[in-house]
């Protein structure tokens, strides 16, 4: 199961990105996605059935897919983040069931309980990050200035 979101409205974030250099600006992005995937993997591993097998560890926020999955992906957005059991066998048995088993979801009870939370401070935590970032890049402006006049 594939969910995309969009938020909207973020023009203000958008330009304060493209301030930053490129890649800091991905890393950036990369940084916060995987800080708020952290809670809806922390919160699909609670909700995880135990039975056996290691369903509840495999559970991880990554940027990378695996062959098959991203032979079914159409289109890769400038900065992805991915939050899930990854290829684990049971992962798909256990979320929607099968004739013999009865479903126990995970993912899905786990993204709609943080999901609220995580549109709404994503904002914020984008806009802490893009001002870190360019404080690296100014104190770093600055060393190579004083350097360069030093010496």
């Known amino acids: 199961m594939e969910v995309k979101v969009r938020v909207l ?3 203000q974030l958008e330009q304060g990105l493209s301030e930053l250099p490129r890649a800091t ?6 940084r916060v996605l995987r800080q708020r995937g952290e809670l809806i993997a922390e919160r699909a591993r609670n909700l ?3 039975d056996e097998g290691d369903l509840k560890d495999s559970i991880a926020v990554s940027t990378k897919l695996s062959r098959s999955q991203r032979r079914k992906r159409r289109k890769k957005a400038t900065v992805e983040m991915f939050v899930g059991p990854g290829t684990h066998p049971q992962a798909i048995t256990q979320e929607f069931g099968t004739w013999f088993h009865p479903p126990q979801p995970f993912m899905r009870p786990a993204w709609a309980a943080e999901k609220g939370s995580i549109l709404e401070d994503l904002s914020g935590d984008l806009w802490t990050e893009i001002d870190k970032a360019a404080q690296r890049i100014a104190r770093k402006q600055a060393r190579l200035a004083k350097k360069n006049a030093g010496g």
């Open 25 to 30: 600006g991905k890393n950036v992005l990369r």
């Open 48 to 50: 995880a059935p135990i």
């Open 9 to 11: 409205g973020l023009s």
